[in-house]
């Protein structure tokens, strides 16, 4: 007798499916907390450093500005200066800028021709009205306050060689001033018939003469630099040596 269902298997249920838990929602990403401190920190450091330019640039601003007020300064005080040397060698010499000034070329020629046996084109009243300029000249040079014209205008170097210059200046006429004196005398010895004492005082009044232009043709220079470094004239490639740049 058969055993009825023998070999028969129950149907398997299918598996349910699992069961779902609750899913958390992700953060904004703005939210997020490493993101907050990075802006934050990235925030202050653009903040940092927008005071700190900021800073600079008014400081800057500042620095620039009083520079300017430091050089309208000193181009006044050396337009003193300016009218002082020019206006005194301008009386004894020809100022040819930017070429040092010729002074007194009349003198050089009187002693030439004294030298040479010659009478001289200037006479005793020409060579003692010279010898009274170049004096003035160079007192007008020598009582001129230069330092306390430049003092407190925010020079450096170049007021030694302000200084230095005008003491050129001044030495220089007196050497040419004595080089007037001598033709003086010279020309008194070559009307006495005294050719050789005339010959020698010629000469050594055309050595002083010389010098003295050569001490005046360096002050030049030293002053022509330091009006050139303050803006009172145009670099020119005629000027040599030279002083430090002002600030």
């Excluded at 490493?34 to 903040?47: E, Y």
């Excluded at 230095?164 to 020309?187: C, H, M, N, Y």
């Amino acid at each position: 007798m058969a055993i009825k269902g023998k070999g028969k298997t129950k149907p398997r249920q299918a598996a349910k499916a699992p069961r779902r838990g609750p899913v958390a929602v992700p953060t904004p990403f703005v939210r997020r907390r490493w993101v907050q401190v990075t802006a934050a920190v990235t925030v202050g450091v653009l903040g940092a450093m927008f005071v700190i330019w900021i800073t600079n640039a008014l400081r800057a601003q500042g620095e620039d500005d009083r520079l300017a007020r430091e050089r309208v300064s000193q181009q006044e005080a050396l337009t003193q200066w300016q009218a002082t040397v020019n206006g005194q060698l301008g009386t004894v010499g020809q100022i040819q800028d930017p070429l040092p000034p010729s002074v007194a070329p009349q003198l050089a020629a009187a002693l030439a021709d004294i030298a040479k046996g010659e009478k001289p084109a200037l006479d005793a009243d020409q060579l003692a009205t010279t010898r009274d300029d170049l004096e003035a000249a160079a007192k007008a040079l020598e009582d001129f306050d230069l330092a306390g014209t430049v003092r407190d205008r925010g020079f450096g170097a170049e007021v030694e060689s302000l200084i230095t210059g005008r003491t050129e200046f001044v030495e220089g006429l007196k050497l040419i001033e004595q080089a007037a004196a001598l033709a003086a005398l010279a020309l008194e010895a070559l009307d006495a018939g005294d050719q050789a004492l005339a010959e020698d005082l010629a000469k050594e009044g055309t050595s002083l003469h010389e010098a003295g232009n050569r001490l005046i043709a360096d002050a030049w220079r030293k002053y022509q630099n330091v009006l050139t470094l303050v803006g009172l004239r145009q670099p020119s490639g005629a000027l040599t040596g030279g002083v430090p740049a002002l600030p």
